[in-house]
Structure formats: C-alpha cells, structure tokens
C-alpha cells in the first residue's frame, strides 16, 4: 500500500481489499442541512455496506466526538462497500464526520478518496449537496452539475435543473474536479433545502434521483418517515412564523424570503 | 533515535533513556482554570519527577517566556518520569506552557508524545481536563470519556460522571483519540469548574481520582493549601456578586448562571 | 519534466512544447476591474493563442466553476502561447480564475510559472494590474515599476507614470519580484481604475501601453466597444450621484472622493 | 552550501564568505517605532558595513516594495558585517523590510539566521526591540531579558532593567530562545517608547547601551538629530494634546495615560 498523503492516514479493514467491479462512488459529506450525508447513510444502512477504510485527516477539527456509549473517537471520514446481491451494481458510499478545515487539504483529501477509487477502477463519481434557497417549499428540486456534457444533457429526463453558473464549493465540487481531470466522470446532485432544518425530505428527493441513475433499489421506508418528520416540523415553523407575521402586519399572508440560491 | 516530526523538536536529557516499565502517560496541558497542568504539576513535584524530554514545537506561540530572575526560554512542553520507589507503577508525566496554535500541529505532538510513551510500552494515556459549567460548586464533579467501553463501565465505581455525547477538543482529546487508533487506551477525566478562576479544587479533585486509579499516592498538602485558597477566593467573589445583584434587585439572593457544559 | 512545487500540479497540452523565441510574459491575474485579466483574455483572443498548459493549485479557493452549459471545472491558471505570424516576436499568455489564497503558496505560484516561462527562455515579463483611486476619470492614466532602472527611464517616453514609493501586492508583484532575482526583466503595468466597476476602458489604456512596449498589434474592435460600455456605465452612476446629492445637498455638483492610489 | 528550509531562499554576495572572528550577531527587524531598526540601520552605516546575504522567505507580506527610483524588489531581511578597522571585533548586522507572517515560518527563520551566524562561530545575539509604554517620557529606559542568569546579572552595571516576567513575542524573542537551545548566548534589549511614533530616541538610547556592552564606537551625530527630530515631535504632540484637554477639561494639565508596558 503506498503511503498516504501528508496529513492523511488511510486505515483499511484487515482481510485485504473486496472485489469490486468498476464500484460507483456516491459521497455524502456533512453540509448544510446533513441532506448528502442523511441519504448516503440510508443507503449503507439499508444495502448492509461493509466498511473498507476510516480516513484520518489532520486537517479535521482538533477533537474527539464523544458517543452515547461514553467511548471517543477521532474524527473521520469512512467508506463503506455494497456488492449489492446479484446485481452488477457496486457501490462505494462516502459517509463522514467532518470535512477539512482548510483549502489545500480539502484538495488533498479529495485526490485521496479518488486514489481509493481507483484501485477499484472507478469510472463515475456522484457527490449529493444541498441547493440553499432560504425558503420552505412543498416539492424539493434537484440541481445538478457534472464533469461532463453528456451527463448534463441527461439530466433534462432524470428531472434534473442543470446549474448553468456559480460555483460549488468544498469536497462536493472537488471531488467531480479532481476527478475530471483524471478522466473519471462526477456529477454533483443538489438537493433543494432551505437551510434552516436537517433535511430529510431533500435528503429522500436526492436518493430517489440518484437510485435511478444508478439502477440500485433500496428500502425507502426509514428515510420517507424521517422526511414526514420534517415535513411536520416546516409545517410548525410556518405556522408559527405566519402567526408571529399575523401579529406583526395583518395584511402580510405569506413569509417567503426570497431565494437565496447558494450551494453547499 | 528517529527525527521528529517536522516542526517538532525533542530533546532527550543527556545520559540515555531510563527504563521503565509500561508507565502510565499522564498529561496536563494549560486549559481552562489550569486545572489539568496545576494537577500534574503539583505530582511532578511531589514525586520529585525527574526530567525525560523536552518538546518544542514551531506552531506553539512566536515567543519567549521570561522568567523571575530575568532569563527567557522558548515555549515548550516537557515529559518528566517517576518510578515512584518501591512499587511497581511508574509515570511519564507531561505539563507544558502551551498547545499548538493549528489542528495540524495538534495531531502531529499528539503523535509525537505517543511515539515518546511507546519508547517504554506505556499501554494507557491519561489526560486531565476541565468541564466548564460557568457555576460555582461546593463540591466538583468528575467527567470522563475513554477509548473503551470496559474503561467506561469502570467509571461508576469511582464516582466519574460518564459523557455520553459533544467533544473534547485540543490536545486533551487528541492524545486518546490518537492512541486509541495505536491499540492504547486512553482516559479524559475532566474536573468540574466555573471557567473564571484558576481551580485548584477542581484541580485537587480530578488528582484525587486519577491516584485512585492508577494506585499511587501522594502528599496532597500542598495543593490541598491551594484548594482552600481557591475556596475562599470563590466565597469572595460569590459575596460582591450577591451584594451586587442585592443593590441592583433585592428579591434576587443567587446568582447562578445556567450550566454551560463546555470542555476545554 | 521535473516535478511540480507541492500543491501546485501543471497538465500541459499533449504534442510537446513548442518552439518559442525567447517569448514575454504576459500575466493577467483577476483582481480590481478585471483590468490585467481583461487585456490578457482579448490578446488571446486576438492572437489565436494556443493553448500551452493548465496550472493547478491547492490554494486556490476550494470549489469547481459551473459554465453556462453545465459542466463545471476545477479553478486554475492558464498558459497561451503565440507565435504572431511572421514577425519575430512571440508571446506567453497568463490568464486565470484566481490568485492562490496565502502569502507562501503566491510565492510558490511565481516560482513555477516563471520555471514554465524559462523553459522558453522568456528574458522580459509584464504583469498588468489595476492602479485604484476611487474616483472615475475621463482618461486612465498608466502608472509602472520595474525591476531595473533603464526600463524605468524608458517610461517617460512611453506616458507611463513611474511609482516611486509604496507597493504592488499578490502576483503582479511577485512575478516581478522573483523574476528579478533570477535575471530576468520584470515590468507592471498599472491602469489607473476607480475600483468600482469591472473597466475595459482602463483595461484597452493598458493594452495599447504595452503592446506599444512589445511591439504587437491587435484588432481594438471588441476591447473598444466594451470600453464604450464602460464609459456608458460610469456616466449613468455618476449621473444618478449626482442626482443623490443634488437632493442631499443642492449647491454640491460633484461627487468625487479623493484619490485613495492603492493597487490590485 | 546546504539548502535553506522550505520557503527561505538565501543568496549570498558573490566571492565566498568573508573571514570574521567569532562576531556578534545584531538583529534590528522592523517593529513597533522602528527602535531596533533604526539602530541597526545607523551601524551599518557608520561602520560602511558590507553586505553579507539577502535572506527571502515565502511567508514575508506576498509583495513588491517599490523604491524612490522606481524599481522595486521583493521583501527581504539582509545581514551585513563589519571587521571594524584595527579592533578585535566584527559584527553581523542584521536588517530586514519585515518578519515573517506565521509562527512556523518565524521559528524557521530564527534558525536560518542562526545557522548563518554559526558558520562564523557567533557566541552571542543581540535582539534591539521596542518596549512600548503608550507615555512619552524625558529619558527612554533600557530594558534587557537574556538567556543566562550571568548576562542578567550583568545589567545593573550598565544601567539595564530586568525584566522578570511576561514574554518578547515575535523574531526578538525566538531568535534568543532559539539561540539558547544551541548554546548561542542571547540578549534582547528594548528600548522604551510611547508606540506612537518613530522614535529615534529610544532608538539612540539603545544604540549606546549595545555599543558599550560590544566595546564599539560609531559616530552617532546622525542618529542624534533625527533623536532631537524626535524630540521636537512629541513635544509638539504633547502641546496639542494639552491644548485640546485644556478644552476639554480646564483642570486637567496632563495627558499620561497609565503605563501599558509591552514589547513589541
């Protein structure tokens, strides 16, 4: 195994590396509303991913997070591997507590995770983001940017709303950067998001994107009772802001502020 | 003996490395109300450590320290031992003047007071920190986070409060969550105190309990001395508070702040 | 080809290097107005620049740039080079998204895009700034430095202003400033810009200097009607200013605010 | 020659190294009322000293500094020696447009300076720095901390203060602290100033205290003037302050704030 980058410590399972056929790789950094990591951790959990490697960055926050268990650990980001039965389909599914804290490691963490998917012969990587719009909407959409023409040109009939400008910023951009320039395809999905709550129902729109594209089907059930969850909980913060605007200017029906459109 | 990691310097006291046989690490950065490093300091000098290395670091403050007589030293941290006489326990005890100014100088001394620990087969790092709950107590409680769960279970029988949940960031989390990864165990125990006053009570309590488990004994008088300062120290402070808040509302007869639960 | 500095990877152009006579650098960097980056785009444009190489840096801002047809790539820094017909004279052509985020990795930027440029033998490098004043002007002035003095004298024939005291900060400094100590000639150029709007017309003034200095024509077309799209743009402010401070105050006419001559 | 640290870059003047017996090493980096500076400057100037090497470093202000004739050089620190005629004694002279901007790159440079001076066999380091008062008074004090207790106990005699606690931050501190970890002597004398301005008084002050300690003698008539320049200053500043107090608040007769007392 060649050594990790500086600052970078790669600690795989023991037994060896799986046998994977050109694995996908999704990833689902903490972010705004938790809306990539929230759907990339259903997918572990409900594929029964094994673990493949916890990667250490010293770049993470200086800090151990304290479990329920009262044991602590490092922060890390780790992926996991799904064969996925009988399917040709493999997966590799990104999960993490942090991303780095500075520019230059978040570059260097990057080529890491795509040195880590090449020795599996990646040939797709998809990054799942939250499309800040600062407001609550029924229907969440999906954004999507990619490395390529041909995959932003299917987008129109996967219901994707293809970015056309800005910049998406932190591991979810350099991840499909870096791996372009490799010549491996990234698409980034957004899940639409106001910013204000965990997302679960964005979280379940961009999966459900996302499975598509990939041909991989996975029990919904845990992450559609979660986005109900959320749904309850936008319908209370509404109620309550419409009754604090009701007291405030009576005329005033709506507390919409406008769309902020920022990517996280 | 190998080079250290870049940006740290360690300098070994001349004569050889003493033997000694799998000691306990126990450390006591500067934090919060001093009350790891016044706890480490007071067993360095009850137990007349002797000096082992001293570590320095170009991410610790750009500065030197002057000390009374006129003379000035560079910023350091420094590891001394005790084989403690006849038994069979001995101790690497760490104090020092500062952390790092960047978390990847943090992880890097964390690992680099591993590597020092591992010359003598330390199998356990102690740090000693404190909980900041911005009240003042009569009588300290003691938190602690391990890497393992049996050292957790064990907490209950020392009267140590479990942590089930946030972080400990710094050094004071960094050493066990680095050592846990070299398949050494690691134990915070953290001394509650307000935040606003050096704490030599909390700093005799979180002592108390750390000889308790590692078996040694010391004359406590000293810091006992110390301890009752801090008291009295605390009554006068709780006493203008009082009558402050008498002059200002006279139902009001405490003055608590609400528990603010950080650790540092 | 030797390594790249760290954090700093070059992906030339397959085919091999051209064949260049000892070319100039050019550097457009973005920064205040556009004004370098600006004259630099429209020469390689006008040239039929080819393209030479792409430098990648981690100190670049973190994040992918989405184009208007979707796909989105990693910042960067690029090379042209021009051989321009059949005259004797041939150009490198720097234009890019970004300068590198800190002190160190500027310097390390400079270092390896003056490497490139001495590949070819560069012997002379121009970096074309903008000269800040806070105020809109009829006619921009050109303000310059150099590394030696016999460029400097040869300013006055060429209505260049010469600095002589404060400094150039970032790359259009640096450049300059490690070309110098490895032999070879440095000049920036500064187009005199309120620091208010992105300024073709002050972008065109600094274009027509140096190519002046260099030798080189190019169509103006496209850089002149931009600059009459800037005019127009500065006439509407300073006609709503105007406006503003009638109403604030009626006998005030003008609304100049005094040169602040600061550099970007 | 072995290569510098990373990001320090040291060209030294052609023709090899000069001859020099065991000299003192004396830093005047720029600092707070350009005390230590301004009195480094002076000796290099009295004693013709000859330039020795300029020393770069990627973590000094990413800029050029453009001169009265229009050319204009990266920062830089440079150190100069003097054989001083017929004496015994030779001096290395230290000056410099800035300190580095971080604290690893500070560290680094102490110690490039060091290895510098050792190739000459240099026992002792003088750091000349600012000690600010935010007064103005009659005679500046000279303060002196040192890295042994005998050059301490040597302070008295020569009308120095020692100073018994705090800390000198930045390159006049870590130079003797580092100094000392290689059994380098090291003073650092301060000179007391008001912060306010550039003070060639204390400057002056300072100068004398070193030249009676190394046993030199310049001409100080320069120094001297722009000393009474000084003079004339702050007493002009101090009329107009007690011109606008006297406005303010007719008893009141002076404008001291109380002494800050740190280094700089």
Excluded: W
């Excluded at 590799?92 to 500075?102: H, R």
């Amino acid at each position: 195994m060649l050594p990790s980058r500086p600052g970078i410590n790669v600690i795989y399972s023991s037994g060896g590396l799986p046998e994977l056929n050109s694995p996908y790789l999704i990833c689902g950094f903490p972010g705004s509303g938790y809306v990539g990591k929230m759907a990339v951790d259903h997918l572990i959990e409900e594929l029964h991913a094994k673990h493949l490697a916890d990667i250490y960055c010293t770049s993470f926050p200086p800090q151990v997070l304290i479990r329920s268990d009262g044991t602590a650990d490092l922060m890390k980001n780790t992926i996991f591997y799904s064969k996925n039965g009988g399917s040709n389909i493999s997966l590799l599914l990104l999960t993490g507590d942090s991303q780095p804290g500075n520019p230059d490691s978040e570059y260097l963490l990057a080529e890491e995770i795509l040195d880590i998917a090449a020795k599996f012969n990646t040939s797709h990587v998809f990054t799942l983001a939250a499309y800040i719009t600062g407001v609550f909407v029924e229907k969440p959409r999906i954004f999507g940017t990619a490395t390529d023409t041909d995959i932003v040109t299917s987008f129109g009939d996967r219901n994707i709303s293809t970015m056309d400008g800005g910049s998406i910023t932190g591991m979810n951009g350099l991840i499909i950067g870096c791996a372009k320039l490799r010549g491996i395809g990234g698409t980034c999905l957004l899940g639409e998001t106001s910013g204000y709550v965990v997302d679960a129902r964005a979280s379940k729109s961009i999966l459900d994107t996302l499975l598509s594209i990939v041909g991989v089907r996975v029990d919904m059930k845990n992450l559609e009772q979660r986005a109900k969850d959320t749904e309850m909980l936008i319908q209370t913060i509404e109620q309550q802001m419409a009754g604090r605007m009701g007291q405030q200017q009576q005329s005033s029906t709506t507390n919409r502020p406008s769309d902020m459109g920022y990517i996280s």
